[in-house]
């Protein structure tokens, strides 16, 4: 079981920066497909990034390429997502998820509670 915390969150103007981080918990946290997800108020939750399980296998959503950046480090246990370039359109609840399988989308089996981003223009 793995238990995930987000933090990295706040609030910040339009071409600024965030780093979100997500701390894992449990001895197999190497072995999950780590993702970001978001959600925005009144849409649905959107695949943000995704990255395998040793890093070396990574997807973006198109809306974020090229801006954002998702990374790992196992041996502390912890996920990151660099968002450069930011646009009001970003803002949402950020929520981290693990997951067994290659998924991007869905499938996960594992999410912390969430951190808010919200990008004034």
């Known amino acids: 079981q793995v238990q995930l915390v987000e933090s990295g969150g706040g609030l910040v103007q339009a071409g600024g920066s965030l780093r979100l981080s997500c701390a894992g918990s449990?001895?197999?946290?190497?072995?999950?497909?780590m993702g970001w997800l978001r959600q925005a108020p009144g849409k649905e939750r959107e695949f943000v990034a995704v990255i395998g399980w040793s890093g070396s296998r990574i997807n973006y959503a198109d809306s974020v390429k090229g801006r954002f950046t998702i990374s790992r480090d196992n041996a502390k246990k912890m996920v990151y997502l660099q968002m450069n370039s930011l646009k009001p359109e970003d803002t949402a609840v950020y929520y981290c998820?693990?997951?067994?399988?290659?998924?991007?989308?869905?499938?996960?089996?594992?999410w912390g509670q969430g951190t808010q981003v919200t990008v004034s223009s």
């Open positions: 449990g001895r197999t946290f190497s072995s999950y497909v």
């Open positions: 998820a693990a997951g067994s399988t290659w998924s991007p989308s869905g499938g996960y089996e594992y």
